[in-house]
T-cell receptor, first 113, second 112 residues
Framework: DAGVTQSPTHLIKTRGQQVTLRCSPK?????VSWYQQALGQGPQFIFQ???????QRGNFPDRFSGHQFPNYSSELNVNALLLGDSALYLC????????????FGPGTRLTVT | GENVEQHPSTLSVQEGDSAVIKCTYS??????FPWYKQELGKRPQLIID?????GEKKDQRIAVTLNKTAKHFSLHITETQPEDSAVYFC???????????FGTGTRLLVSP
């Protein structure tokens, strides 16, 4: 049973550029949440997608946007990258009808120079 | 807004000792409290969780206690082993499948 997968593993971008990160949820899960984890900090909630719609959003600017596809996979897009966007981006999947648990992917390490 | 405070930030123990990590949450609507273990360079992994209708839950060497009145919950690890060394995060959610608000983490070091 494949767990949550994310791509790419690492990414280096220049300030002002745009980036797209991808996530495939655990089999049987229909909800995807994105978190940003800065070095030495706890994950911070960005947003959550369910039925291809953004259901909840954290305190992140509109430069952060996302999408969920019919197969439940999801993308996180960040425009106009800032140095402060450098972080580990984690995707977590869940299925509210089954369990409260959120399963995390391995993350994408984004470095903005 | 919601906030979760976690203490201590670092914890060093000898193998075989017990370790306790404490968290306090601010949102009285919180009703789901998971604990995650994150090893260096790896994903957070759920080690135990508790819902607000339960005061204590135990899984082998790990236990979690919840005091809803005081808005406190704690992780207890007994008979610690070197492989328990990692960063531990507490989190809270107002409903289980909604956003998790994480604490700042506790770096646990278990020395042989």
């Amino acid at each position: 049973d494949a767990g949550v997968t994310q791509s790419p593993t690492h990414l280096i971008k220049t300030r002002g550029q745009q980036v797209t990160l991808r996530c495939s949820p655990k089999s049987g899960h229909d909800t995807v949440s994105w978190y940003q984890q800065a070095l030495g900090q706890g994950p911070q909630f960005i947003f959550q997608y369910y039925e291809e719609e953004e259901r909840q959003r954290g305190n992140f600017p509109d430069r952060f946007s996302g999408h969920q596809f019919p197969n439940y996979s999801s993308e996180l897009n960040v425009n106009a990258l800032l140095l402060g966007d450098s972080a580990l981006y984690l995707c977590a999947s869940s299925s509210p009808g089954q369990s409260y648990e959120q399963y995390f992917g391995p993350g994408t390490r984004l470095t903005v120079t | 807004g919601e906030n979760v405070e976690q203490h201590p930030s670092t914890l060093s123990v000898q193998e075989g000792d017990s370790a306790v990590i404490k968290c306090t949450y601010s949102d009285s609507a919180s009703n789901y409290f998971p604990w995650y273990k994150q090893e260096l360079g790896k994903r957070p992994q759920l080690i135990i969780d508790i819902r607000s209708n339960v005061g204590e839950k135990k899984d082998q060497r790990i236990a979690v206690t919840l005091n809803k009145t005081a808005k406190h919950f704690s992780l207890h690890i007994t008979e610690t082993q070197p492989e328990d060394s990692a960063v531990y995060f507490c989190a809270a959610s107002s409903t289980g499948f909604q956003k998790l608000v994480f604490g700042t983490g506790t770096r646990l070091l278990v020395s042989p």
